[in-house]
């Protein structure tokens, strides 16, 4: 039987050969992380390598992700789908073991992580998960969903304004099963951290309302788990166990040092360190004892089996509930969805009303809401702006299987925590705030894109269209930066019907989506049965003078600017121009349409073209073209009432109509 360092010193191993073969990584966490990964994933964890979607497998998060090969060496050696041929492919292109762990890439990772203090807010998210799941369908004697969330973090994490966010509303919401790891090592890539970090890090957080650890060894295995059962004996509050530990711990000339933060220890160090730990085997070779002694799938299948047993019993007696719980973990839309939706976004059509686009959101929600008991949505302190509670909401600090998170002044965490929400699965998240504090949450938004997370993002007070609040609150470029950005799906409604759409296209899609919308009223547009249609594609046909020819001049607009675009139509098609207006709330959907569609939207021989919209302008000129027009922002704004603001920016139709009767004179038409 080996010890428990000796099995430790398989991750430390695995971890120095991996990243000095790549020539590149970052050994010193997983090193010195070894013997509390020891500990848990082989005293504590419940999951199946076998089965690594289990539902109700515990949840671990290395927030601290520049350590990867901790976790590829755990998977590995307890028997995922990671062979050690993936393992010497460390950082290699293609291979299941990239740099930072990613998720939807490697089984056994539940998120992404890298950019510091994201992955500590994600497992809050599961942790929200977690209890808000369990109190939803647990019934006494089964208790179908009832497991952990294990994150480790560093310093940098700590460092990161998001753990202030995070972990701040993780101990006013009381996460009792949410357990945190804390790699104090003092190092990071710098030095030595007390130059520059001297919080008392234990104080902070009991005055968030953690349980707070200290002073465990993070070498000793025997303090580690009492450090793991004092975190499991208070169940009111989330625990952070304190680990003291050393940087590259086995490396005899390097331990401590902040060169191994981020550097390979190099051929000559890692033979030492070999020496030193008693390790003999040469790289990449693991003695079947160790892997036995790692391999966790016959009791991680057997966990599973007997977890099977119960929730068969829970179907028998809870055939209804059971078979939504199904639908909702496997991201199912009810049966009745399409229709539903469908007849819904049509009486909004049929009975028009002008309003603002946040108000067409709220309305949206409360006709859809009902049929989607998996939505839990929340704003970031802006919930009477942001028009995100709807009659049925209801506070998890309030009741714990509640479905809306009051997230107070927290973008950044909102965010990455809804990301969470979405890997975890069984909810479908939607989270808001203003479009301007979008900057706020940037990073969190790039990782939604990354994982493909099903996260619903709403933004209002689109545009110069806020009024007073001024420059500071007017969204200028932001638009256009989300715009840019793969895998995220972004719509700007202009109307109560386009709203309904774009939330519709937004349940639907496998995927994240940014929903932009105004603050002040919009005119609900006319439209037949095929334009009705056409919202979905992204850019339609709204006004044609005469379909059956190529127009003379194309008006595209989003938002706020389509009425504006409509009223232009109708005075240049009076004077006896052809002219067509496309409103285009969605350009990355419009952009997957098929070319056949998009030429008889956008016909390449029009090349009198003007794209209307409160925003920057360079973005347009991939649908305008060279020889088109833009009216849009190509500064910041001003304080003032909105209706003054699009006068002063030119967002009126004398300006517009000016422009338009001059391209059209210049081409002689």
Same mark, same amino acid.
């Given at each position: 039987?080996?010890?428990?360092?000796?099995?430790?010193?398989?991750?430390?191993?695995?971890?120095?050969?991996?990243?000095?073969?790549?020539?590149?990584?970052?050994?010193?966490?997983?090193?010195?992380?070894?013997?509390?990964?020891?500990?848990?994933?082989?005293?504590?964890? +419940?999951?199946?390598?076998?089965?690594?979607?289990?539902?109700?497998?515990?949840?671990?998060?290395?927030?601290?992700?520049?350590?990867?090969?901790?976790?590829?060496?755990?998977?590995?050696?307890?028997?995922?789908?990671?062979?050690?041929?993936?393992?010497?492919?460390?950082?290699?292109?293609?291979?299941?073991?990239? $740099?930072?762990?990613?998720?939807?890439?490697?089984?056994?990772?539940?998120?992404?992580?890298? /950019?510091?203090?994201?992955?500590?807010?994600?497992?809050?998210?599961?942790?929200?998960?977690?209890?808000?799941?369990?109190?939803?369908?647990?019934?006494?004697?089964?208790?179908?969903?009832?497991?952990?969330?294990?994150?480790?973090?560093?310093? *940098?994490?700590?460092?990161?304004?998001?753990?202030?966010?995070?972990?701040?509303?993780? @101990?006013?919401?009381?996460? @009792?099963?949410?357990?945190?790891?804390?790699?104090?090592?003092?190092?990071?890539?710098?030095? %030595?951290?007390?130059?520059?970090?001297?919080?008392?890090?234990?104080?902070?957080?009991?005055?968030?309302?953690?349980?707070?650890?200290?002073?465990?060894?993070?070498?000793?295995?025997?303090?580690?788990?009492?450090?793991?059962?004092?975190?499991?004996?208070?169940?009111?509050?989330?625990?952070?166990?304190?680990?003291?530990?050393?940087?590259?711990?086995?490396?005899?000339?390097?331990?401590?040092?902040? %060169?191994?933060? *981020?550097?390979?220890?190099?051929?000559?160090?890692?033979?030492?360190?070999?020496?030193?730990?008693?390790?003999?085997? /040469?790289?990449?070779?693991?003695?079947?004892?160790?892997?036995?002694?790692?391999?966790?799938?016959?009791?991680?299948?057997?966990?599973?089996?007997?977890?099977?047993?119960?929730?068969?019993?829970?179907?028998?007696?809870?055939?209804?509930?059971?078979?939504?719980?199904?639908?909702?973990?496997?991201?199912?839309?009810?049966?009745?969805?399409?229709?539903?939706?469908?007849?819904?976004?049509?009486?909004?059509?049929?009975?028009?009303?002008?309003?603002?686009?946040? #108000?067409?959101?709220?309305?949206?929600?409360?006709?859809?809401?009902?049929?989607?008991?998996?939505?839990?949505?929340?704003?970031?302190?802006?919930?009477?702006?942001?028009?995100?509670?709807?009659? #049925?909401?209801?506070?998890?600090?309030?009741?714990?299987?509640?479905?809306?998170?009051?997230?107070?002044?927290?973008?950044?965490?909102?965010?990455?925590?809804?990301?969470?929400?979405?890997?975890?699965?069984?909810?479908?998240?939607?989270?808001?705030?203003?479009?301007?504090?979008?900057?706020?949450?940037?990073?969190?938004?790039?990782?939604?894109?990354?994982?493909?997370?099903?996260?619903?993002?709403?933004?209002?007070?689109?545009?110069?269209?806020?009024?007073?609040?001024?420059?500071?609150?007017?969204?200028?470029?932001?638009?256009?930066?989300?715009?840019?950005?793969? +895998?995220?799906?972004?719509?700007?409604?202009?109307?109560?019907?386009?709203?309904?759409?774009?939330?519709?296209?937004?349940?639907?899609?496998?995927?994240?989506?940014?929903?932009?919308?105004?603050?002040?009223?919009?005119?609900?547009?006319?439209?037949?049965?095929?334009?009705?249609? %056409?919202?979905?594609?992204? $850019?339609?046909?709204?006004?044609?003078?005469?379909?059956?020819?190529?127009?003379?001049?194309?008006?595209?607009?989003? $938002?706020?600017?389509?009425?504006?675009?409509?009223?232009?139509?109708?005075?240049?098609?009076?004077?006896?121009?052809?002219?067509?207006?496309?409103?285009?709330?969605?350009?990355?959907?419009?952009?997957?349409?098929?070319?056949?569609?998009?030429?008889?939207?956008? /016909?390449?021989?029009?090349?009198?073209?003007?794209?209307?919209?409160?925003?920057?302008?360079?973005?347009?000129?991939?649908?305008?073209?060279?020889? @088109?027009?833009?009216?849009?922002?190509?500064?910041?704004?001003?304080?003032? /009432?909105?209706? #003054?603001?699009?006068?002063?920016?030119?967002?009126?139709?004398? +300006?517009?109509?000016?422009?338009?009767?001059?391209?059209?004179?210049?081409?002689?038409?």
């Amino acid at each position: 039987m080996h010890s428990r360092r000796t099995l430790a010193n398989a991750i430390r191993i695995l971890s120095i050969d991996a990243i000095q073969r790549a020539n590149s990584g970052h050994p010193g966490a997983p090193m010195g992380m070894a013997d509390i990964a020891e500990v848990l994933w082989r005293d504590y964890m +419940n999951h199946n390598p076998n089965n690594p979607k289990w539902i109700n497998r515990d949840r671990f998060i290395l927030s601290n992700g520049h350590g990867s090969m901790l976790i590829y060496s755990l998977l590995h050696l307890t028997g995922y789908d990671l062979s050690i041929e993936d393992i010497k492919n460390f950082r290699k292109l293609y291979s299941k073991t990239p $740099g930072h762990p990613e998720y939807g890439h490697t089984m056994g990772i539940e998120t992404t992580t890298g /950019p510091l203090g994201q992955g500590l807010a994600n497992a809050v998210g599961f942790a929200i998960s977690e209890r808000t799941l369990s109190t939803q369908f647990n019934r006494p004697n089964y208790d179908i969903i009832n497991h952990y969330t294990y994150v480790f973090l560093g310093d *940098g994490c700590l460092m990161e304004g998001i753990s202030h966010e995070t972990c701040s509303l993780a @101990g006013h919401l009381k996460l @009792g099963k949410l357990i945190a790891f804390y790699d104090d090592n003092g190092i990071s890539i710098d030095g %030595n951290v007390k130059n520059w970090f001297s919080d008392d890090t234990a104080s902070r957080f009991e005055s968030y309302g953690w349980h707070v650890i200290r002073n465990v060894d993070g070498h000793d295995s025997n303090s580690i788990k009492l450090g793991i059962e004092n975190a499991k004996a208070v169940t009111c509050k989330p625990s952070l166990i304190i680990c003291k530990t050393v940087i590259a711990f086995g490396s005899p000339n390097k331990a401590g040092h902040h %060169n191994t933060h *981020g550097s390979p220890l190099g051929e000559e160090e890692i033979s030492c360190t070999r020496q030193y730990l008693g390790w003999k085997e /040469p790289p990449f070779i693991i003695p079947q004892e160790i892997y036995q002694a790692w391999n966790a799938k016959a009791i991680g299948q057997q966990k599973e089996e007997n977890w099977k047993k119960i929730f068969s019993e829970y179907e028998a007696v809870y055939p209804e509930l059971s078979q939504e719980f199904k639908r909702r973990i496997y991201g199912k839309l009810p049966t009745y969805w399409h229709k539903n939706s469908n007849t819904i976004i049509e009486k909004f059509q049929y009975n028009p009303v002008d309003i603002a686009t946040r #108000q067409a959101s709220s309305n949206t929600l409360e006709a859809f809401g009902p049929m989607l008991p998996e939505l839990i949505g929340g704003s970031a302190d802006l919930t009477p702006s942001n028009l995100t509670f709807w009659s #049925q909401s209801n506070p998890i600090h309030k009741n714990k299987g509640g479905n809306y998170i009051h997230y107070g002044v927290r973008e950044f965490g909102m965010t990455a925590i809804g990301n969470g929400i979405a890997n975890y699965g069984g909810f479908l998240p939607y989270t808001a705030t203003f479009l301007i504090f979008v900057e706020y949450a940037r990073n969190a938004v790039r990782m939604a894109a990354m994982m493909k997370t099903k996260h619903i993002m709403i933004y209002t007070h689109d545009s110069i269209g806020l009024g007073e609040d001024g420059p500071t609150h007017q969204p200028i470029e932001q638009l256009a930066s989300l715009r840019m950005t793969p +895998n995220l799906s972004n719509w700007r409604p202009c109307d109560q019907v386009e709203t309904a759409v774009a939330w519709k296209a937004a349940i639907e899609r496998n995927g994240p989506t940014t929903l932009i919308l105004s603050r002040q009223k919009l005119v609900q547009q006319t439209r037949t049965k095929e334009q009705l249609q %056409n919202i979905e594609k992204g $850019g339609y046909i709204l006004k044609d003078s005469v379909p059956t020819q190529i127009p003379d001049l194309i008006l595209i607009a989003t $938002g706020s600017e389509v009425n504006l675009a409509v009223s232009i139509y109708t005075i240049l098609e009076q004077e006896g121009y052809n002219i067509r207006v496309i409103s285009m709330p969605s350009t990355d959907i419009f952009d997957s349409q098929d070319l056949a569609y998009r030429e008889s939207v956008l /016909p390449k021989s029009v090349k009198l073209r003007i794209a209307i919209e409160a925003g920057i302008t360079d973005y347009w000129y991939k649908y305008v073209g060279l020889d @088109g027009f833009i009216i849009g922002m190509n500064r910041f704004g001003e304080s003032a /009432p909105s209706e #003054q603001l699009f006068e002063v920016f030119g967002f009126t139709i004398k +300006n517009i109509i000016n422009k338009a009767r001059a391209l059209l004179k210049k081409s002689n038409i």
